[in-house]
């Protein structure tokens, strides 16, 4: 195995990871052209694992931030080949960050608690000082649909107010379908005012930016569809963003119109989704993201209560890893961030 550190994602580069990535089910948080529409805080670096053919084994996106107490973290990755190590791959990112005297390493999997994820985990408490994180900010569940059965089965789990909602949307004349050029400015007009309504100030322009290169990103690698609620007057009342992961799809961002209390749009914009994810032939849609620590002042709390009205079919994911390379500067670091919260 030969693993390589790339400071930029060349065209070359593209060509031999992409397919990889889409080959494997990657989450799309290890897409370098999607993390360059979503840029954090830091610097984003590519380890690529080769075999002795030189083909790639192994991916993640790392991102390095910080300057006196350096960080390094991965989310949702890494991505690796069916037959690779976890543990081998993660041993030559933790040793390249810890010769360049890192405080920490921080590792999410995008993998739910299986027999590998609990290896991983004994194998890197047995090699390294680290430990596994409990915080409502980082911890990752999700819940899931199994597409395997007819619409109707599916449909019979949703909670009592749900399958009402669904059925009143449809009753309204409300319809779902894909999104234009025209009807995906609305739609980001819609999630500007609703990240308005929950306290959040969004730049108008950048909303529209963003909705136009995730919706040429999905296009242009196949990896998902924006769908937009109408009425019967054919006004953009909301609309959702699904992206495709392997044999599942992803339920990534939904909004719609705060000032429309009276009508579910979102229930009927996901109840379509679930149906078409159905027809692709895919495995499992997934409602990404659940909560479990956050209470009823937290917008999550009522996000989880929407999904639930879908599924009960909980998956909880491999809890993150930290793995501390200077016990000191971790010292540190964690009293800068409790006097900061102090303040």
Not at 87 to 114: C, G, H, M, T, W
Not at 268 to 275: K, R
Not at 286 to 302: A, I, M, P, S
Request: glycine share 6%; net charge positive; aromatic share 12%.
């Amino acid at each position: 195995m030969r693993v390589e550190f790339e400071e930029n994602f060349s065209v070359e580069i593209a060509d031999k990871t992409i397919p990889f990535l889409i080959r494997n089910g990657a989450c799309i948080e290890q897409y370098p052209p999607w993390t360059a529409l979503n840029k954090k805080n830091g610097i984003e670096k590519f380890a690529v694992a080769y075999n002795s053919h030189n083909d790639v084994i192994a991916f993640c996106i790392v991102n390095e931030s910080g300057r006196l107490f350096k960080i390094a973290k991965i989310n949702f990755g890494p991505v690796v080949a069916r037959d690779f190590s976890y543990f081998d791959f993660f041993s030559e990112i933790i040793n390249r960050y810890s010769k360049q005297n890192y405080a920490s390493v921080l590792i999410r999997l995008a993998e739910p608690i299986s027999p590998k994820t609990e290896l991983l985990s004994y194998l890197l408490k047995k090699n390294y000082a680290c430990h596994e994180l409990v915080d409502k900010d980082i911890n990752w569940t999700s819940l899931q649909i199994h597409l395997d059965k007819p619409v109707e089965e599916i449909t019979r789990n949703f909670s009592k107010g749900h399958k009402s909602a669904i059925k009143r949307a449809q009753k309204e004349g409300l319809s779902v379908e894909q999104a234009t050029d025209e009807t995906l400015v609305k739609f980001g007009q819609i999630y500007r005012a609703m990240s308005l309504h929950r306290g959040k100030m969004l730049d108008m322009e950048n909303v529209l930016q963003e909705f136009r290169q995730i919706h040429d990103f999905l296009k242009r690698f196949s990896l998902g569809e924006i769908f937009v609620v109408k009425n019967n007057t054919n006004e953009v009342l909301g609309g959702i963003i699904l992206v495709f992961q392997g044999n599942q799809v992803r339920y990534f961002k939904g909004a719609a119109d705060p000032k429309i209390r009276d009508l579910p749009i979102l229930h009927l914009g996901i109840y379509e989704a679930i149906c078409y994810s159905k027809n692709r032939g895919m495995a499992l849609f997934d409602l990404w993201g659940y909560n479990h620590l956050v209470d009823e002042k937290d917008q999550r709390f009522h996000i989880n209560k929407f999904k639930k009205g879908f599924s009960n079919d909980f998956v909880f994911y491999a809890k993150p890893i930290e793995v501390v390379l200077s016990r000191r500067k971790m010292k540190i670091l964690r009293l800068l961030g409790h006097l900061r919260r102090k303040i």
